[in-house]
Each structure stands twice: as structure tokens, then as C-alpha cells.
């Protein structure tokens, strides 16, 4: 078994043929359990507009390196289904959270 470490997944590899488990770390769960709540709370966003509203902000922030008092203004440009302020700023919360190549 090989066990392979990222910031926010650990695989586990098992012999070809066999079942591949993904176990998500501590840190990875506990950012999930947070849109959950969100998702629960019906705040905003269905499951599927939470999960593209948080990978978007991510995105924005880590890959165009837009600044955080502008994520919102550029995700309601790129994405204007996305436009529940409330949910967008607890969007942020969650991916200021996030730490990339942790």
C-alpha cells in the first residue's frame, strides 16, 4: 500500500484490480464540514453553487492572484449566477482557510 500526502487528500493505493479508498486529511474535513454547515443552513447556494462558489474564489485568489477586497466584485463578473453577497463572503472565510501546498 502506498500512501501518497497532500495538504487535503491522502490516498491510499491498493494493488490494480482492488479498491481505491481516498481518505481526506483533518484539515481537508474540517474546510468541508464548514460548507456543509453552509449547505445545511440553506444559506445561499444549492450543493452544487456552494462547491463552484468556493473552488472559484480559490481559483481567483490563488492561480489570477486577484486580492481579496476584489474576489467578489470578479467572481460576480466571471460568474454572475454567483451573486448572494452573504453567501460570497462566507465563501471567503472558508478560502482564507485554505492553504495551498500545505
Do not use: T
Request: net charge neutral.
Amino acid at each position: 500500500m502506498v500512501h501518497i500526502r497532500w495538504g487535503w487528500i491522502v490516498m491510499h493505493r491498493i494493488a490494480v484490480g482492488e479498491m481505491r479508498e481516498i481518505v481526506f486529511s483533518f484539515f481537508a474535513e474540517k474546510c468541508f464540514a464548514k460548507v456543509r454547515l453552509c449547505i445545511d443552513q440553506q444559506i445561499g447556494y444549492s450543493c452544487v453553487q456552494w462547491m463552484e462558489c468556493v473552488a472559484s474564489l480559490h481559483y481567483l485568489k490563488n492561480v489570477f492572484r486577484i486580492k481579496e477586497e476584489d474576489l467578489i466584485q470578479e467572481l460576480n463578473a466571471r460568474k454572475p449566477y454567483l451573486s448572494d453577497e452573504e453567501a460570497n463572503i462566507r465563501a471567503i472565510s472558508i478560502v482564507e482557510e485554505i492553504k495551498v501546498g500545505a
